[in-house]
């Protein structure tokens, strides 16, 4: 196993035994933080892998299941990213200039779930 396997086995089983000791009010934040991160990974897999992830992931009907719908909403994307209502907003001109916000109505703002998490990989890079 090389070091970068090693390392991920370490932080898998790092987040497993401090899962149980963590104070209720960090959970929501926490939940957040890694589905970020899960986004953020499945960015780096090439198209095909997701669709064969996805094939695996079916009922037995050869039917594919989309963990990850393409356009989420608002609160969706707050949820799953920890990005705020107002953070969504107060950039609303950089999201739209890279078409990850769409409007189908007045009241109604959809983000492109990959394009998003793509977004969000460039902005944390150093």
């Not at 989420?72 to 999201?95: I, P, T």
């Amino acid at each position: 196993m090389d070091s970068s396997a090693s390392a991920h086995v370490t932080l898998t089983g790092a987040l497993e035994r401090l899962v149980p000791t963590l104070p209720l009010e960090t959970v929501p934040v926490l939940i957040g933080n890694l589905a970020r991160l899960q986004a953020l990974l499945w960015t780096r897999l090439p198209d095909t892998s997701r669709r064969s992830a996805g094939r695996t992931a079916g009922d037995g009907t050869g039917t594919a299941q989309n963990p990850d719908p393409e356009w989420l909403s608002c609160e969706v994307v707050a949820a799953r990213y920890g990005l705020s209502k107002r953070w969504l907003a107060d950039h609303r001109r950089q999201l739209r200039q890279r078409g990850i916000i769409s409007k189908p109505s007045r009241k109604t703002t959809l983000y492109h779930a990959r394009r998003l998490a793509r977004f969000l990989e460039e902005r944390s890079r150093p």
